[in-house]
Each structure stands twice: as C-alpha cells, then as structure tokens.
C-alpha cells in the first residue's frame, strides 16, 4: 500500500501576493508528493521519498510559511507530467505498481487535488481507484464522528509527531505511523 500526502500553491483571502479570481478549487496546484510505501502484511514502513514539483503558478508568503518551500525551493524541479512519471519509475523499481495497487491519504483531499489537477492539464491519473481515507479510518476505530488532524490524531495515541508539519513525506510518514497503530 502506498500513503500519500500533497502540499500546493495556497493562499489566505487577504493575501497581498494572491492573484486576483485566484480559487482553490481550480487555481490550487500540487508542490510537493510525500509517498511512503507501507509494507500491509508486515506493518511497516518499507521507503519514503518525497517528490517535488514545479507549479506554473505562484506559491504564496502563505504557503511559504506554513510548508517552509518556496519558489526557489522548486522552479527547477520537474512539473507535474514529469514529476508522476519519475514516481512511476520509483514505485515499480520498488515493486509498487501505482496504478493497481491500494493507496491512502489522510482524507479526501489528496485524492480530490491530484484527480483535479490531472484533468485540469490533460494528464493521465495515475493512482489506482482503490483509496482509503484514512482519517475516516482513524475516527471509526476511535469512535468518534468527527475528523482529526494528523497532529490530534499522534496525540489522541500519545504519538509524537516525526519531522515537520505541512511537508508531504514527514505528513505521510506520520500518517503510516497513525496507519499501522490503528490497524493493530
């Protein structure tokens, strides 16, 4: 199974450096992929890497500081069409096969964002149909209707928090780690 976690271009509504008409649900673009592939059998995590990427876009002072990336950190890595091929190359030199095997993400966005993204360039979507939603996950097993945050949930299963908040493989490695405890 693969955990995937994506940060993108984002802004606040007053943000001074936001383009004008500027809308999340059409304008967002992915900057980083964080994919750990988690080995189920053995509930462990097998490697992670993290894949950057180039927006034709703006990144934001508010995305800046809320993942620490800036536009240096990514004007010249690949675009989006480049970046899914390099994670297709990583995925099956691992023995993952993206398009067919199971992937996760810590709610529905990851999913929503990436399927977005790909019909909004006329690229192919390159994960499999089967997602899990493991933030709905996490709160079946805890019994509680509401969703958590990565951060409320390590700390609901007095877990500490591995890396930094809001960059994709250290989200996605602590989202494995939340993965693994709940399905003990």
């Not at 592939?37 to 703006?58: Q, W």
Request: hydrophobic share 35%.
């Amino acid at each position: 199974m693969m955990i995937v976690d994506l940060e993108a271009t984002c802004f606040q509504n007053d943000d001074a450096d936001k383009p004008e008409g500027w809308e999340a649900s059409k304008d967002q673009e992915i900057t980083e992929i964080g994919a750990v592939i988690y080995n189920l059998p053995e509930r462990r995590i097998e490697i992670e890497k993290s894949f950057f990427v180039r927006p034709d876009g703006p990144l934001g002072e508010f995305c800046k500081e809320l993942t620490d990336l800036s536009f240096d950190d990514v004007k010249d890595q690949p675009n989006l069409e480049d970046t899914l091929k390099d994670m297709k190359a990583w995925c099956k030199e691992h023995k993952f096969d993206l398009g067919q095997q199971p992937w996760g993400s810590w709610g529905d966005y990851d999913r929503v964002q990436l399927f977005r993204e790909c019909a909004r360039k006329r690229l192919q979507y390159p994960f499999s149909r089967a997602h899990y939603n493991i933030k709905g996950l996490f709160s079946i097993m805890q019994n509680r209707s509401k969703g958590f945050g990565v951060g409320a949930a390590l700390s609901i299963l007095d877990m500490e928090f591995d890396g930094r908040p809001h960059r994709g493989v250290d989200d996605a490695r602590n989202i494995a780690n939340i993965f693994s405890r709940v399905m003990r």
